[in-house]
């Protein structure tokens, strides 16, 4: 669904900018809307997309961890599998996937504004909207 200036929080729920200030989420949602132009911008397909949240999610940073050697093993499948799949899927964008990995960090960073907005008003009161 193509609805630039609204994030989707879940199937049947978008939220604007207007919105989001009203929810005091404003922070969150303007992240989020910069970092999907990225991705618009870079034409970035569903198993693209998927791949970068799992390496997100393949932290071995995490205190609690029993076998970080193996996260950091999974990790690095996993962006092998988006270096091979971008590269055979489209050969005439060859800095795709480069463009890609560029875009993690702010993934990263996204995914923690969402993290402490949910922190600061209450995990309950961030998702009372959904």
Not at 25 to 41: C, I, P
Not at 75 to 87: C, G
Not at 105 to 119: D, K, M, N, T, W
Request: net charge neutral; hydrophobic share 40%; with cysteine.
């Amino acid at each position: 669904i193509h609805t630039p200036g609204y994030i989707w929080v879940s199937n049947d729920t978008r939220l604007s900018y207007a919105e989001a200030k009203e929810r005091r989420l404003d922070r969150w949602v303007e992240r989020m809307l910069s970092f999907t132009d990225q991705l618009r911008r870079l034409k970035v397909d569903d198993y693209e997309y998927v791949s970068m949240k799992v390496i997100v999610l393949l932290t071995a940073d995490t205190t609690d961890l029993r076998d970080k050697d193996q996260v950091r093993v999974s990790q690095e499948k996993v962006v092998h599998a988006l270096q091979e799949y971008t590269l055979s899927h489209y050969p005439e964008v060859p800095a795709k996937f480069g463009e890609i990995l560029l875009r993690m960090p702010e993934l990263h960073r996204v995914s923690q504004v969402i993290f402490s907005c949910g922190a600061e008003k209450g995990i309950l009161e961030f998702l009372k909207f959904l």
